[in-house]
């Protein structure tokens, strides 16, 4: 009988702290349905705008991009296809980069900037690929940051445009501006911001979302003068008007 009264004491506990962790699990969801809305319409418009959109630079191949990806790091895709020609005759393959000679490979991507640093990380990469992916660009965000300088970033815009796979979605400088100015995420860290899209950018826009966001920044939506007055985000934006000068 004890035994008996001991295991209800013991089940009305239980139900009582599952009821706790259901209401504490409510708790930590917010309802983002309202800010799902609001991208889907800032995703409708921009594919409207930017149709085409797509990376903007050259590349024949996975590891091509690769490259290009890296060199873009505080540089311009625009300068990145200048060198990038010259760059792919002179070493074609995977090998010719891992037996690249430190200096002339920093000679010859030096207009990229850090050029050192990138021509570093440029030949551990093909010697790694070389040893331990048979030369192959994985195809998976889990192998791709393995590799020397790729971080999440470089490994998204790889596996978007490559690829074709949406892992997650690339934080770049231009997505960082467009995302804080359109209320998006509060966070300033990389990572942090591409949690909080992933949680509101349908999956079926991960692909995109960093090309729409960087050809609007390029073409509207500027670092010094955005051009509020011309864009068709402004319904939907919380910064239009912080930047229109009042004469
Ligand atoms: S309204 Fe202005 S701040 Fe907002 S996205 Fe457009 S250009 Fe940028």
Avoid at 192 to 204: G, Q, R, T, W, Y
Wanted: overall charge positive.
């Amino acid at each position: 009988m004890k035994k008996i009264e001991e295991n209800k004491i013991k089940n009305k506990r239980t139900g009582a702290s599952r009821k706790r962790i259901k209401v504490e699990v409510q708790k930590s969801e917010p309802d983002n349905s309202q800010e799902r809305e609001r991208v889907k319409k800032i995703i409708e418009l921009l594919r409207k705008e930017y149709p085409e959109t797509r990376t903007a630079l050259h590349y024949r191949s996975p590891f091509e991009l690769l490259i290009a990806t890296i060199l873009a790091a505080q540089c311009t895709d625009e300068r990145v296809n200048k060198i990038t020609p010259a760059l792919f005759q002179k070493y074609p393959t995977v090998k010719d980069f891992a037996e690249a000679q430190p200096k002339e490979l920093e000679n010859d991507i030096r207009s990229t900037g850090f050029f050192r640093h990138k021509a570093r990380n440029i030949i551990a990469l093909a010697q790694k690929l070389l040893k331990e992916y048979g030369g192959q660009v994985p195809d998976s965000m889990d192998e791709l940051v393995k590799l020397p300088g790729v971080a999440r970033k470089t490994a998204n815009i790889v596996l978007s445009s490559a690829f074709k796979k949406a892992e997650g979605i690339a934080v770049d400088t231009h997505v960082r501006r467009l995302v804080e100015r359109l209320g998006l995420s509060k966070h300033t860290q990389p990572e942090k911001i591409e949690n909080d899209l992933m949680a509101i950018v349908p999956k079926s826009d991960w692909l995109d979302f960093n090309y729409l966001l960087v050809d609007h920044g390029r073409k509207i939506c500027q670092a010094r003068k955005p051009r509020c007055l011309e864009c068709v985000l402004k319904d939907l934006c919380p910064s239009f008007g912080k930047f229109i000068k009042i004469t």
